[in-house]
């Protein structure tokens, strides 16, 4: 798939847009078929907003490994990443599936917030285990205008995650 772009800067397929701003809980199949907040696909409609991942094509990216630059899936020869993520209870995971190598390459030159992570750039570990972030709650209706609630949650974001002893990142 093409890289998307926005005033000429590069735009992760991972991205949401303010044309994709609308929120409704459904059956998710990237979610295993459970009830997961979902918005419409509309990428390249609006603004992007890079700090917000679209629910469901996150969700499509770890599910099926897809590239997080531009969309389409990764050999299992040609999967990278930066290493970023977080430490969290004895395991280190993050919400970015793998990226191809010539994408990385092209989010190192465009991307601000990879500046200067270039030697990050490594081959993505296999063995994760596949998390479902589950969400509720009142900041939930504050953020997206839909109510969940505790006895009918809903699936958030997906997160890939290793042991923590697997391996040493950056802090
Ligand atoms: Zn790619």
Redesign the pocket.
């Known amino acids: ?1 093409p ?1 998307l772009s926005y005033g000429g800067a590069i735009v992760p ?1 991972n991205a949401s847009w303010t044309g994709e701003d609308r929120y409704e809980v459904r059956p998710c199949r990237w979610a295993k078929g459970k009830r997961a907040m979902c918005s419409p696909h509309n990428p390249g409609v609006g603004k992007p907003v890079f700090a917000k991942p679209h629910f469901v094509r996150q969700r499509r990216s770890i599910m099926e490994m ?7 899936e ?1 050999p299992a020869g040609d999967r990278w990443w930066f290493k970023l993520g977080e430490f969290n209870e004895g395991w280190f995971m993050t919400a970015e599936s793998p ?2 190598r ?3 390459e ?1 989010a190192l030159k465009h991307c601000p917030h990879l500046r200067g992570r270039a030697g990050d750039l490594e081959r993505f570990p296999g063995g994760a285990s596949v998390l479902f972030s589950i969400i509720a709650g009142a900041a939930v209706e504050r953020d997206f205008g839909v109510a969940v609630t505790a006895h009918q949650p809903a699936i958030g974001h997906l997160k890939l995650a290793w042991p923590a002893s697997h391996f040493r990142v950056k802090r």
């Open positions: 798939m890289v397929w897809r590239c997080t630059v531009c969309g389409d990764t990226v191809h010539c994408c990385a092209l």
